[in-house]
């Protein structure tokens, strides 16, 4: 049975940086792209970033793009680099596998991780 396992979140001042990783494990499966979404208390999930398995493509959401990474060591893990953190990127972040459909910003996803927290203080 495949698991997603999110790790390096954290408490950090603002402008400070944040590694996390996604390992993998369990049985193999193919999918395209593996993303990273986050959800703040009493708001939505949003989608962060995505990096496809395939060509290594990336996408991100306009609030991040500049300062977070995403970058890959195929199959696993995918890693997300965030730097020049804001109070506002604070979350529990989730790494998200097995698109079988739709764009990797709002397909779906078959696997999910548990969470990170990340939390960034002013």
């Known amino acids: 049975q495949v698991r997603l396992v999110e790790s390096g979140g954290g408490l950090v001042q603002a402008g400070d940086s944040l590694r996390l990783s996604c390992a993998a494990s369990?049985?193999?499966?193919?999918?395209?792209?593996m993303g990273w979404f986050r959800q703040a208390p009493g708001k939505e999930r949003e989608f962060v970033a995505a990096?496809?398995?395939?060509?290594?493509?990336t996408f991100y959401a306009d609030s991040v793009k500049g300062r977070f990474t995403v970058s890959r060591n195929a199959p696993n893990p995918v890693y997300l680099q965030m730097n020049s953190l804001k109070p506002e990127d604070t979350a529990v972040y989730y790494c998200?596998?097995?698109?079988?459909?739709?764009?990797?910003?709002?397909?779906?996803?078959?696997?999910w991780g548990q969470g990170t927290q990340v939390t960034v203080s002013s």
């Open positions: 990096i496809t398995r395939s060509r290594g493509n």
């Open positions: 369990g049985r193999t499966f193919v999918n395209d792209a």
């Open positions: 998200a596998g097995g698109l079988v459909s739709g764009t990797p910003s709002d397909g779906k996803y078959l696997f």
